[in-house]
């Protein structure tokens, strides 16, 4: 049996020396010593937990290690994860449905110094983590705290109270989003633009309903229903606008958005049907989008034109500054005047539970928009993927 000595030596010397050659110190350890693996394996899945506990998720960690390091790591912390996943509290649907999502891939077979090598970069990743806002769900276990982001405080998770669920037929919220998905799949599909138009406004339209559904069934049960809060990735190339983008639909869909830059993902605040549209919505958004970009880009290529990257960040921000535009007149038409107050005040507890999350935010301007072709390009796609005026619904 290994001194559990090996490992921390290793890790003196690779986690918390500054030196060039540390890496290659607490690798060389490590490599020597066989019996030291399962104590490695047993730290790791701390420094796993400890993540959990300052407001990570297993999809906001993915994230990094796929920015910061590579498939090797990824491999690697996802078989850390499942194995202390068994250890932890009962987390909520949206973190099983993120554990369901990790690489299921054994990490490769390498020599010992390589795998210990890795294994030490993806360690001294998770150990400098800073601290972010806790996400618990509703109806999570309660347990390991979290603390502030970014410097700044974080008061616990959001009141919990019982949902009308009782209320509702087995299933039908799950169907109903079924059904969006489908109409959106089909929208990014289709190379006929009014045919899209059509889909992803009809997709809108049951979102619109299904929202204002939830409100109603909470309202009438007066349930103690609390906005909850998810991240969502805002990968670069290009991410100021497609901050912008999902900030858009957000508040379309009677949710808040917060952009964190330096780690990739926007905080997006609502109650949870509203928080399923918009992951749903911007996702199918941002896929035409992309389409249509790539398509109006080769003809500007065809046409001599070689400004890729100020004619991509252009039509970028007009199609997130026109869907926004589009998307704010197109849900004004989607309530009544009685169904307002029932509204209104789940806007004030999604306001209030933003300001408890971030209490200082500041404000970006886009960079970079100077191309006047990709300006009009990306509005006329934003024309396309959006919808018609619907109906009003009471």
Not at 47 to 61: E, I, L, T
Not at 162 to 186: C, H, N, Q, V, Y
Not at 211 to 228: C, K, M, N, T
Request: aromatic share 6%; glycine share 8%.
């Amino acid at each position: 049996m290994s001194d559990p000595s090996t490992v921390d030596r290793a890790f003196q010397a690779a986690l918390y020396a500054r030196a060039d050659d540390s890496l290659d110190l607490g690798a060389s350890l490590l490599a020597a010593d066989p019996a030291a693996d399962a104590e490695l394996a047993r730290r790791g899945q701390e420094f796993v937990a400890a993540a959990w506990r300052r407001g990570w998720q297993p999809a906001d960690v993915v994230r990094i290690v796929r920015r910061e390091l590579d498939e090797a790591h990824l491999r690697l912390l996802s078989e850390l994860v499942r194995a202390q996943a068994p250890a932890d509290r009962p987390r909520g649907r949206r973190w099983a449905a993120q554990l369901d999502e990790l690489i299921r891939e054994e990490p490769a077979r390498t020599d010992r110094f390589t795998h210990a090598t890795a294994v030490l970069e993806l360690y001294r990743l998770l150990l400098r983590l800073p601290t972010l806002e806790a996400l618990d769900e509703p109806g999570a276990g309660a347990g390991a705290g979290a603390g502030s982001g970014s410097g700044r405080g974080s008061e616990g998770g959001p009141e919990r109270g019982t949902r009308a669920d009782a209320e509702r037929a087995p299933g039908t919220g799950s169907r109903m989003l079924t059904r969006i998905r489908a109409l959106l799949a089909k929208a990014e599909a289709t190379g006929f633009p009014e045919e899209a138009e059509a889909l992803s406004a009809k997709a809108q339209e049951l979102m619109a309903r299904h929202s204002i559904d939830e409100a109603l069934l909470a309202s009438r049960a007066q349930a103690r229903d609390a906005p909850g809060a998810c991240r969502i990735g805002v990968e670069p190339p290009y991410e100021q606008a497609k901050a912008v983008l999902l900030d858009a639909v957000a508040t379309a869909n009677h949710c808040r958005a917060v952009w964190n830059e330096p780690f990739g993902f926007s905080t997006v605040v609502g109650f949870e049907a509203d928080l399923e549209a918009v992951e749903i919505l911007y996702t199918s958004l941002l896929v035409q989008a992309t389409t249509a970009m790539t398509r109006a880009e080769a003809a500007q290529r065809a046409g001599g034109r070689k400004r890729t990257k100020t004619f991509r960040q252009s039509f970028l921000a007009a199609y997130a500054h026109r869907i926004g535009t589009r998307l704010a007149a197109a849900a004004e038409t989607q309530v009544t005047e009685d169904l307002l107050p029932v509204l209104a005040s789940r806007d004030v507890a999604v306001t209030d539970r933003l300001d408890r999350l971030f209490p200082e935010t500041t404000t970006t301007r886009l960079r970079g928009v100077s191309d006047v072709d990709g300006w009009t390009e990306g509005a006329q796609a934003a024309d396309r993927a959006q919808m018609r005026s619907r109906p009003r619904l009471g």
